[in-house]
């Protein structure tokens, strides 16, 4: 098992208007000694925007913005913006977040060659209705079961006018082109898929249409293990290492006492990053204090932001929905555990196939037995 290192509590909510309910999920970039923060900040009523911190070294608060650095313009983000990732390609800086109407969650792009004006690109991802997508998905029967077994989570929505839009969410670009491309992750539940293209103006509904007629062949990670059972989520960028692409992304499981998320890894090839070189098989971190278990969401440690100080991993992560919180790791002992679970079969990783696994033949509900029975799970701000 790796030692991982909870750092504590970075943020919590203020005063301020705009982050008067909740703090989480930063997005994490590193320059020289001083890493920049941009979180989602939620205001009473669950609305949500963009805030701004900046730490001297991993942990020391150094700057924090009393209005936030991007907030709620167009009517498809009404109810908010959430979630970032960052990443500087080049000379500009690719700031990627989920906008919500209340209705759907999308991923949408903003651009800045200074990280301090940003200008938004809008939606990114596919705009097509569920029932559309499983109409272009749902005659592959080597697909996932629950890539079209979603429909009661639509239902659920309040959506008397059929507006819903196929949820994705968590886009993260890999921090450099590949192959001289423009590569990035994006999360269609319950697996995480990926994306190549030359050019943004690429991104088209037609270019979407024909990415799903084909999709099974863009999914890089299917949930697989216990801890990750409901769906899966890319988190942090990739870090590059000389083993491959280091990718944190978290984990859903729905047990007896709700939904518990955690973080996990994997690996993935340098120059083929659609393949899965390592995957660890437990969690890397999960749930573990109070201010972890309980919150506006209980039972979340939901990373999305990473950054390397003198050979230590530091991991930013929403804690319950309700702050941030951070978590290091020495990054070689990291990356040996896991290049010790090389994927022999990669078929396994995003297909439909029953996996064994020896030592997590363990019910689902046994890997939980260390926390504390809780109370039910307060008021969600929305399904992740």
């Given at each position: 098992m790796i030692k991982v290192?909870?750092?504590?509590?970075?943020l919590s909510k203020s005063q301020l208007e705009f982050e008067n309910e909740a703090v989480m999920n930063p997005a994490a970039i590193i320059d020289g000694g001083t890493v920049h923060l941009i979180y989602r900040a939620v205001k009473e009523g669950n609305f949500s925007s963009l805030g701004y911190c900046r730490l001297e070294g991993p942990l020391k608060v150094d700057e924090r913005w009393d209005e936030p650095i991007l907030s709620s313009e167009m009517e498809y983000e009404s109810h908010g913006l959430e979630d970032p990732r960052i990443v500087k390609i080049e000379?500009?800086?690719?700031?990627?977040?989920?906008?919500?109407?209340?209705?759907?969650?999308l991923g949408a792009l903003a651009l800045s060659r200074d990280m301090k004006m940003f200008k938004k690109h809008g939606i990114i991802t596919p705009m097509v209705h569920y029932d559309e997508f499983v109409s272009l998905v749902g005659s592959d029967k080597l697909l996932h079961k629950n890539y079209i077994q979603n429909q009661l989570f639509y239902e659920k929505l309040d959506d008397k006018e059929g507006n819903a839009l196929t949820w994705d969410k968590d886009v993260v670009f890999f921090p450099r082109k590949i192959n001289g491309q423009l590569?990035?992750?994006h999360r269609i539940r319950p697996g995480i898929q990926i994306v190549t293209i030359n050019t943004l103006n690429e991104l088209s509904q037609d270019f979407w249409l024909n990415y799903l007629k084909?999709?099974?062949?863009?999914?890089?990670?299917?949930p697989i293990f216990p801890h990750e059972s409901s769906y899966i989520g890319s988190g942090c960028p990739p870090i590059e290492t000389e083993y491959g692409w280091l990718l944190i992304y978290h984990g859903a499981a729905d047990t007896e006492k709700g939904m518990y998320y955690t973080a996990c890894a994997a690996m993935l090839d340098l120059n083929i990053p659609s393949k899965v070189l390592a995957r660890l098989p437990y969690p890397l971190f999960r749930p573990d204090y109070d201010w972890e278990e309980n919150g506006i969401v209980d039972h979340v440690v939901f990373p999305t932001g990473a950054v390397v100080f003198n050979e230590r991993l530091f991991i930013y992560y929403g804690a319950a929905d309700s702050r941030i919180a951070c978590a290091s790791i020495i990054l070689e002992e990291l990356i040996t555990e896991l290049m010790s679970y090389a994927v022999k079969d990669e078929t396994n990783t995003h297909s439909n196939t029953s996996i064994v696994v020896s030592d997590l033949t363990t019910d689902i509900s046994e890997m939980w037995k260390p926390v504390q029975k809780l109370e039910t799970t307060k008021n969600q701000l929305h399904e992740k």
């Open positions: 290192t909870k750092e504590g509590i970075l000379e500009c800086y690719y700031l990627t977040y989920t906008v919500y109407d209340g209705i759907s969650a590569v990035f992750l084909n999709f099974r062949d863009h999914i890089v990670l299917d």
